[in-house]
């Protein structure tokens, strides 16, 4: 079995050899502890962009998952979620000041190198 990222999403997938040299892709197999889920990096960025401009407690836990799955992300990921941040603050969309507080540093967070081992 072959794992590689997926070209689309980003995610962990199985290449599943298709017909005439063309690649499918498949979710790979993973084992999950019980009260865990599994989500695709698609799911992060959608969770982030509901989240940017809400004035409510979305906003803190969507960062702290931001935060937390940032050695996951695709390194483009990373800077587009920055760039979303940096525009919706210039441009006051960004919410309450707290939120404000909350996506700057988030996005510092996501520009810190990231550890890989």
């Known amino acids: 079995m072959s794992l590689?990222?997926?070209p689309t999403c980003g995610s962990?997938?199985?290449?599943?050899?298709?017909?005439?040299?063309?690649?499918?892709?498949?979710a790979a197999n993973v084992h999950v502890p019980d009260g865990y889920v599994v989500?695709?990096?698609?799911?992060?960025?959608?969770?982030?962009r509901y989240a940017l401009g809400r004035?409510?407690?979305?906003?803190?836990d969507t960062a702290d998952m931001l935060v937390?799955?940032?050695?996951?992300l695709r390194l483009d990921w990373r800077q587009?979620?920055?760039r979303d941040?940096?525009?919706?603050i210039e441009d006051g969309r960004a919410g309450s000041s707290t939120d404000v507080e909350t996506w700057t540093r988030c996005a510092e967070a996501m520009a810190e190198p990231v550890a890989r081992t």
């Open 68 to 72: 937390a799955n940032r050695d996951a």
């Open 55 to 60: 004035q409510s407690y979305i906003v803190g």
């Open 80 to 82: 587009q979620i920055i």
């Open 12 to 26: 962990t997938v199985r290449v599943v050899s298709g017909d005439e040299g063309t690649s499918h892709y498949q």
């Open 39 to 48: 989500v695709n990096a698609i799911h992060i960025m959608s969770a982030f």
């Open 4 to 6: 590689t990222n997926c």
């Open 85 to 88: 941040i940096g525009d919706a």
